[in-house]
């Protein structure tokens, strides 16, 4: 009871502010119509609208946790969350959600995860990263070409039709082949390579930045682990860390999103179709993985674009080697 008590206090002002965001989103959607607004205006103003409210999470970040989605934040998250809980002695089986966990403890940071969407699009700051260069910076990064595989189940099973039509994805009715989808410009690989070149080109203008891959993660979770720690001051031996290790592994996450373990984490962390294993957030974790679906031809045509155009600061290139993780 204590537990639940202290998880509700804390976790208040985060739900005043989704309450809050859903309102304001409402109310812009019914000006767009009392105004007859175009789609292009529709969108232009929503993400506007987003980018302001992520824009202010991040001015108050202690730090920030940067990613493309599905490139394994949540696996992290849930780590750090785990690290969070046993050095300062926080409630089980809750995710650090910007300051739900400061709220507990002020030893606890403001963590803002984001998946940098729509920040530029209300700081205009589109061809850069100057909004994040005073901040501390983790950036997660995985495989572009596992990341618009997963992008596909995302988009197929779990995005909603106007989380679609924002960023650019296949409209929400297009019945869209996973190669095409893929290599669409939206959403597709083409669109993951240039975030991560944006990035790569904004690197060394960070106050404080700590790059890491998921594939490292997933080879040797407990010394990038370790590194996540230190650069987030996260005051962790390494039992603590290998606990949390443990606790996130891919099966215990699996069946902790099967039977909604983790608390007050929303649709974040539960599948969309329990009997479909596709729909889940945790879903294969495997490297290399996107091989899976594609003939040879058109493995060759995806690994041709990435050694054409991504950045080589990421080691994704040719010499690169797919796994049996997951």
């Known amino acids: 009871m204590r537990d639940t008590l202290r998880l509700l206090r804390a976790s208040f002002p985060e739900a005043s502010k989704v309450v809050w965001r859903k309102a304001s989103r409402r109310l812009l959607k019914l000006k767009m119509d009392m105004t007859g607004a175009d789609q292009q205006t529709r969108i232009r103003a929503e993400r506007q609208m987003r980018g302001r409210e992520q824009f202010a999470s991040l001015q108050r970040a202690d730090a920030v946790v940067v990613s493309f989605g599905k490139s394994g934040r949540t696996w992290l998250r849930v780590m750090i969350s785990r690290l969070y809980q046993q050095v300062y002695d926080l409630p089980e089986d809750i995710?650090?959600?910007?300051?739900?966990?400061?709220?507990?403890?002020?030893?606890?940071?403001?963590?803002?995860?984001?998946?940098?969407?729509?920040?530029?699009?209300?700081?205009?700051?589109?061809?850069?990263?100057?909004d994040f260069y005073d901040k501390k910076v983790l950036l997660m990064m995985r495989d572009p070409r596992d990341v618009a595989v997963s992008q596909f189940f995302q988009w197929r099973y779990r995005m909603p039709s106007e989380k679609k039509l924002l960023n650019e994805y296949p409209a929400h009715d297009e019945d869209t082949?996973?190669?095409?989808?893929?290599?669409?410009?939206?959403?597709?690989?083409?669109?993951?390579?240039?975030?991560?070149?944006?990035?790569?080109?904004?690197?060394?203008?960070?106050?404080?930045?700590?790059?890491?891959?998921?594939?490292?993660m997933r080879a040797n979770p407990h010394t990038v682990l370790t590194e996540?720690?230190?650069?987030?001051?996260?005051?962790?031996?390494?039992?603590?860390?290998?606990?949390?290790?443990?606790?996130?592994?891919?099966?215990?996450?699996?069946?902790?999103?099967?039977?909604?373990?983790?608390?007050?984490?929303?649709?974040?962390?539960?599948?969309?179709?329990?009997?479909?294993?596709d729909s889940y957030k945790t879903r294969r974790a495997k490297v290399g993985g996107y091989r899976d679906y594609f003939d040879d031809a058109q493995v060759a045509v995806i690994d041709a674009l990435v050694e054409a155009r991504l950045d080589p600061v990421y080691r994704y290139g040719a010499s690169a080697k797919p796994d049996s993780a997951g």
């Open 95 to 130: 995710l650090i959600g910007f300051d739900n966990f400061h709220n507990m403890d002020r030893r606890a940071p403001r963590l803002f995860f984001t998946h940098d969407n729509y920040i530029g699009d209300f700081t205009g700051n589109t061809d850069n990263k100057a």
């Open 177 to 216: 082949p996973i190669y095409d989808f893929v290599l669409h410009e939206g959403g597709g690989l083409p669109k993951i390579i240039d975030f991560m070149n944006l990035w790569a080109r904004e690197m060394d203008k960070m106050r404080a930045l700590c790059l890491i891959r998921y594939e490292d």
């Open 228 to 277: 996540v720690a230190q650069f987030l001051e996260i005051p962790a031996d390494a039992a603590v860390i290998q606990e949390a290790v443990e606790y996130a592994d891919f099966e215990n996450m699996k069946k902790k999103e099967a039977d909604s373990g983790f608390r007050l984490s929303g649709a974040r962390v539960a599948p969309g179709d329990k009997s479909n294993p």
